[in-house]
C-alpha cells in the first residue's frame, strides 16, 4: 500500500504564498517523478509542475515564475512553492506520483487534495 499526503492549503489573499507539501509512504522501492495538479470547480484537472528523479521540472505556462516544485528523495516529499497568488488559482490541488512499489509494479498514485482559496 501507497499513501500521499497533502498539507499547507488554505485561504490567502492575492499576492500572498503558500507551501504545499506532499509525502508518499508505504511498500515503497523508487519514485520516479512527483508533481501537482490542481482542479477549480467546473474545470478539468490540470497539471501545475512536475519534477522528475533528475530534478527536470515542467511548469503550466500560468505558474511560471511564480510557483517552484522541488522534492526531498530522502523523505519521498514533493513541494510547491506558490508566490504571488491570483484569483484563478483558486483550486483543489492534488499531488501524483509515478511509484515503483517493492513488488515491481509500477504506478500512479494520487492524494486527496488540498484546497487552496486566494481572495480578491
Known amino acids: 500500500q501507497v499513501q500521499l499526503v497533502e498539507s499547507g492549503g488554505g485561504l490567502v489573499q492575492a499576492g500572498g504564498s503558500l507551501r504545499l507539501s506532499c509525502a508518499a509512504s508505504?511498500?515503497?522501492?523508487?519514485?520516479?517523478?512527483m508533481g501537482w495538479y490542481r482542479q477549480a470547480p467546473g474545470k478539468q484537472r490540470e497539471l501545475v509542475a512536475a519534477?522528475?528523479?533528475?530534478?527536470?521540472?515542467n511548469y503550466a505556462d500560468s505558474v511560471k515564475g511564480r510557483f517552484t516544485i522541488s522534492r526531498d528523495t530522502a523523505k519521498n516529499t514533493v513541494y510547491l512553492q506558490m508566490n504571488s497568488l491570483k484569483p484563478e488559482d483558486t483550486a483543489v490541488y492534488y499531488c501524483?506520483?509515478?511509484?515503483?512499489?517493492?513488488?515491481?509494479?509500477?504506478?500512479?498514485?494520487w492524494g486527496q487534495g488540498t484546497q487552496v482559496t486566494v481572495s480578491s
Open positions: 519534477i522528475t528523479s533528475g530534478r527536470s521540472t
Open positions: 501524483n506520483a509515478d511509484i515503483t512499489v517493492l513488488t515491481g509494479a509500477a504506478l500512479g498514485y
Open positions: 508505504g511498500s515503497i522501492f523508487s519514485i520516479y517523478a
